[in-house]
């Protein structure tokens, strides 16, 4: 395993917990201050979501997955770069904002309500809007994502939030669609829960169009935060971390808090055929958990799975905030390869990578769902926090990484330059708290030998982020 980085070895002693406090501060800065060089190819904006305010009112909020969302948007030009930031203009928000309490459940902290009025919403929750963790593209309109299903749609300048774009089939959804590009559908995943539940994938074709791919009856659903696509297939990873729909409807807890890890069972991962919906396969292997697919394709009559596993779903508690601001040690993903053999059933399993790697993205448009060879993710070189870029090479088995003693870097998200043919032939953008000047800034690497072209300055901080995606058109 090669290894290069930026600066010299050495142990970090910088606190990420800046990363998790709130930022007030909305607005338009029209050229942040660069360091460096950006390509003149690299033309459009980088838009992204995540929590932002961790207090509702004089109340903490349990989790870093409940903060109220905030849209940031960079915008390049001309070797410029302009940030914008505002609020997610969601009725969760307008009415935590005008009431100063929480208004709808949120991952893991809920509304004081009465007895009265937990039992009387219990079966028809109100359902929070707070799209918190992922942006993606509906036709011409852009949506912030959540788990619940009530994508919002947002203006990509303004930022303005435009309300729910379309209802999901089912009362939970992943943040992680996927894009097929010979048809411009975004296929998705959701769970009907109720007295016959049931696993769904569907398709959206802008607001209106909604097509049932798939629905499988399911007893007591997994959590589901993303599945794979492969050019034939659907796969979803059921890890055995599992939640009762009665008792989501009835125990009167926070959401999370009512899903138990039942290792006993396995992981099961549930192959649908993506033209007729059926359920092809069933494969059965050890237990696990992730939050992220990464990639999934056939090769020899072999379904390749690609996620960043953990052992189990410690890192959901190991994410409440009283634990991170603690500074407790964070579990480690990596990178884990399922093979599923489509001919013998048989799962075989090994890791790709000694780093660890969380938040894992490859050039999409022209690999997902194909052989490849590079994953950048965001890994742990100290125990805390997510401190170093990590760029896989399956091919190699190698890992190269880019790290800065203080900093603290959020998902690279791969831009491929116009023309470039090769896997790696861009840039990767990552916010990066630079926790030593309690600022974030936008680092633009090189994404083939993760060399620094730039950092774009942010003139605050900006609070840990989950996702976001590069657009050349806005
Ligand atoms: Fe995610």
């Known amino acids: 395993m090669s290894t290069t980085s ?31 060089a950006l390509p003149q190819w690299l033309e459009g904006s980088l838009l992204r ?35 914008a930031n505002r ?32 039992l009387t919403t219990a079966f028809s ?8 963790v992922n942006v993606a593209r509906l036709d011409d309109e852009f949506i912030a994502m959540t788990e619940t299903p ?8 303004t930022l303005d939030a435009a309300g729910v774009a379309y209802r999901p089939p089912g009362q939970l959804t992943t943040a992680h669609p996927h894009h097929d590009p010979t048809c411009g559908e975004l296929v998705n995943f959701a769970v009907q829960l109720g007295g016959r539940s049931s696993y769904r994938f569907f398709a959206q074709h802008g607001r209106s169009e909604q097509r049932l791919i798939a629905s499988i009856p399911v007893r007591d659903p997994g959590y589901v935060h993303s599945f794979g696509m492969s050019e034939r297939f659907l796969i979803l990873a059921e890890f055995p971390f599992v939640v009762s729909p009665a008792r989501l409807a009835l125990s009167g807890r926070p959401y999370i808090e009512n899903y138990r890890w039942e ?16 359920l092809r396969h069933t494969f059965e292997t050890d237990a696990m958990f992730a939050f992220h697919h990464v990639n999934a394709f056939e090769q020899d009559c072999e379904l390749v799975v690609d996620l960043s596993a953990y052992e189990d779903p410690e890192v959901i508690d190991a994410l409440y905030l009283d634990r991170v601001r603690q500074a407790q040690p964070l579990p480690r993903a990596k990178l884990r390869r399922l093979r599923l053999g489509l001919d013998n059933g048989q799962v075989t399993s090994e890791l790709l990578c000694d780093e660890s790697l969380e938040l894992g993205r490859i050039d999409y448009g022209r690999r997902n769902g194909r052989p490849y060879r590079y994953v950048f993710g965001a890994g742990q070189r100290g125990g805390r926090w997510l401190d170093q870029i990590v760029k896989a090479d399956l091919q190699e088995r190698s890992a190269q990484t880019w790290f800065q003693d203080g900093c603290f870097p959020g998902e690279p998200v791969f831009v491929p330059e116009p023309g470039n043919e090769r896997e790696d032939g861009g840039v990767l953008l990552s916010v990066t708290l630079d926790a030593e000047r309690e600022t974030s800034f936008l680092l633009v690497l090189d994404a083939g030998d993760l060399s620094e072209l730039a950092r774009a300055q942010v003139p605050h901080h900006i609070p840990f982020s989950f996702h976001g995606n590069f657009y050349s058109q806005v």
């Open 6 to 36: 930026a600066v010299p070895a050495a142990r970090s002693i910088a606190d990420p917990r800046l990363g998790f406090t709130s930022l007030e501060e909305e607005g338009t800065i029209d050229s942040l201050q660069v360091d460096g």
């Open 49 to 83: 979501t995540g929590p932002a305010k961790f207090e509702v009112g004089e109340r903490p909020l349990a989790h870093w997955f409940d903060g109220m969302a905030m849209l940031h948007r960079y915008s390049f030009a001309g070797g410029r770069v302009s940030y």
């Open 87 to 118: 609020f997610l203009g969601s009725r969760a928000f307008r009415e935590s904002r005008d009431s100063g309490q929480l208004g709808f459940g949120e991952f893991a902290s809920d509304p004081c309500r009465s007895l009265f009025k937990r």
């Open 125 to 132: 929750p109100a359902l929070s809007d707070n799209a918190n």
């Open 150 to 157: 009530l994508p919002v749609v947002f203006d990509p300048h």
């Open 263 to 278: 290792p006993e069972r396995g992981t099961r991962l549930l192959v649908v055929d993506r033209a007729s919906g059926e």
